[in-house]
């Protein structure tokens, strides 16, 4: 169980990283005028500024839960997954409301 549980918060790292990595670059001008739709982006910098609080939380949560011996430790684990990937969904949603197309909110 502690590898597992070291395995997915290393994950749960990397991913924060990458997640704040790119709400900062979406902050910046230039990034922002390759975006068509404003709601789009606004969901994405959403997930992007919520995402490592949620896995922080989640991380320290888990562990905690897995000193205390508490047998939900494993799916507060999960639950930042489980994060990714409603709002996954809220953005392809977003998305496809804007102009009826998925995969179009962003200029190439």
């Known amino acids: 169980m502690t590898v597992i549980l070291w395995a997915f918060s290393a994950f ?27 709601l789009a982006l606004l969901t994405a910098e959403f997930l ?4 490592p609080v949620v896995a922080l939380v989640s991380v320290k949560s888990s562990w905690d839960a897995y000193a205390n011996q508490h047998h939900l430790a494993m799916p507060i684990l999960l639950a930042p ?28």
Not at 17 to 33: D, M, N, V
Not at 48 to 51: A, G, S
């Open 12 to 38: 749960h790292v990397c991913v924060a990283l990458a997640s704040l990595g790119l709400a900062l670059r979406l902050l910046t001008a230039g990034e922002r005028a390759h975006w068509r739709s404003q």
């Open 48 to 51: 992007c500024w919520v995402y």
């Open 81 to 108: 997954i489980a994060w990714l990937l409603l709002m996954g969904a809220v953005f392809a949603l977003v998305d496809f409301v804007e102009d009826g197309v998925l995969g179009n909110a962003r200029v190439k």
